[in-house]
């Protein structure tokens, strides 16, 4: 008589993936999509008209265009990484923090730059078709 093998059994046993390679790959995609994002919003689409400082005051083409610069490689990865690393406090079939710390907090900043890359584009598509 042959023993039946579960499949939530075998799926069990099995740790995860979670490889530099796949790392990689996603830190590309990153990359990519913050390329992406910033030479849409700084290099197609002219500066948006009456954007204000915190202080009330116009800002110019130059901070406006380094905001965008600097929401895309900083701010964006440090809000990725502090929500990375609440999200590893999950369990997870037995991975360490450090692993899932990691891969939580590139999926996460890949989440948001994509969120912001489709903006960018929908606000392409919305000067090109006004």
């Known amino acids: 008589?042959?023993?039946?093998?579960?499949?939530?059994?075998?799926?069990?046993?099995?740790?995860?993936s979670f490889s530099k390679r796949t790392n990689l790959i996603i830190i590309g995609i990153i990359v990519?999509?913050?390329?992406?994002n910033i030479t849409i919003?700084?290099?197609i689409l002219p500066p948006k008209v009456g954007v204000q400082n915190l202080d009330g005051?116009?800002?110019?083409?130059?901070?406006?265009?380094?905001?965008?610069?600097?929401?895309?490689?900083?701010?964006l990865p440090i809000i990725g990484f502090l929500l990375g690393a609440l999200f590893s406090f999950?369990?997870?079939?037995?991975i360490g923090y450090g692993k899932k710390y990691i891969r939580f907090s590139l999926i996460i900043i890949l989440t948001i730059n994509?969120?912001?890359?489709?903006?960018?584009?929908?606000?392409?598509?919305?000067?090109?078709?006004?």
């Open 90 to 94: 999950i369990p997870y079939k037995r």
């Open 57 to 75: 005051t116009l800002a110019t083409t130059a901070e406006y265009h380094s905001s965008i610069i600097k929401t895309s490689l900083l701010n």
């Open 41 to 43: 919003m700084v290099f």
């Open 1 to 16: 008589m042959k023993e039946e093998i579960i499949l939530d059994d075998i799926i069990a046993d099995k740790e995860p």
């Open 32 to 36: 990519f999509l913050a390329i992406l």
């Open 114 to 130: 994509t969120l912001f890359f489709l903006g960018s584009v929908l606000n392409l598509a919305f000067w090109i078709f006004r």
